[in-house]
């Protein structure tokens, strides 16, 4: 692990203000394997070497994952000016880490989204290499019937001429149905049922992988989830 300088590390992984973290080092507030430090400049190993700052010892997480049960009308970016993003969601002692969302839902789409600051478990995530299953609960405007069930297993050519993976595809109800896909191209739900002549009026992600929606999470709620890595086989 390479040495970070005390005042970055205490910042990050607190979600403070760098100035704030000076201010405190400089009044004697951080201890290093049990030394007191006021020199901002000093260096540590991550993990390794034992930070307190204000008499708390700091746990360190080189990485987060989040999991958020994305409510309808919010975008996946980073930020925007004009419109809520799914990081304005997120608790603010998180938000001085790089974290983006794994993916992306539409605006109207509903349901499991991961966000993160590990890139490699992100883009190992969305690599159609991964054929990683993404589950979707999907209200129609019409009904589906044994025909479109077994086009969605050999796979939908769409109106553009690709022609999509093999797809899993279950009536749940009347007007209801499951989908299980293994890509993610654009709007690539919704296009596949309009071969079929078929509106999308509700979309919602409930697992990606073996990782599924908390129950007891609510929307526009999200919790991390130190092993997801591990519970995605990843």
Known sequence: MDKQRIDR???????????????????????VNGECVKDCAASLVPGKDAVIYGGNEISYKEYVYIVLNKPAGIICASRDKTQKTVLDLVPEEYKKRRLSAVGRLDKDTTGLLIITDDGDFAHRCISPKSDIEKSYIVGLDGDINGDIVAAFGEGVTLADGYRCKPAFLESVGERRARVV????????????FGVFGLGVVSLHR????????????????????????????L
């Open 206 to 233: 409930e697992s990606v992988g073996k990782l599924k929606l908390p129950e007891n999470l609510g929307e526009g709620e999200c919790v991390e989830v130190p092993d997801i890595a591990e519970m995605m086989g």
């Open 9 to 31: 590390f205490i910042s990050n992984q607190l979600g403070i203000s760098r100035s704030a973290v000076r201010t405190g080092i400089r009044r004697g507030l951080a201890r």
């Open 181 to 192: 896909i293994t890509e993610g191209k654009y709007h690539q739900v919704k296009r596949m």
